[in-house]
């Protein structure tokens, strides 16, 4: 079913192919969308193509549910982060 609703900046879609993409740009003037796969590069669509797409709005938190492809916070490794909070790799200066 083609959408009949005008694109909104903020808000998450999924396509046909179960793809889920927030629109991050509206240009009305220019006839432009500009939309995000997860961590992809962004694309524009012109405003014409998007009212020709099968399209459903997610609410957030059917957004929330698909993943994105970003990680969460608590997901990304700390392997890098010191846990000893004594900082050997600088002296330390003595105050005489």
């Keep these: 079913m083609p959408m009949y ?6 808000a998450f879609y999924e396509d046909e192919a179960g793809r889920t993409f927030e629109v991050i740009a509206f240009d009305e003037n220019d006839g432009t969308v500009e939309i995000q796969y997860g961590e992809s590069a962004s694309e524009e669509i012109d405003l014409d193509d998007w009212y020709g797409l099968d399209l459903e709005r997610l609410t957030a938190a059917e957004a929330s549910e698909e993943d994105l492809d970003k990680p969460a916070a608590d997901d ?10 004594e900082d ?9």
């Design 88 to 96: 050997d790799d600088y002296p330390v200066k003595d105050d005489e």
């Design 76 to 85: 990304v490794p700390d392997d890098d982060i010191d846990q000893d909070d």
């Design 5 to 10: 609703e005008e694109p909104v900046v903020g």
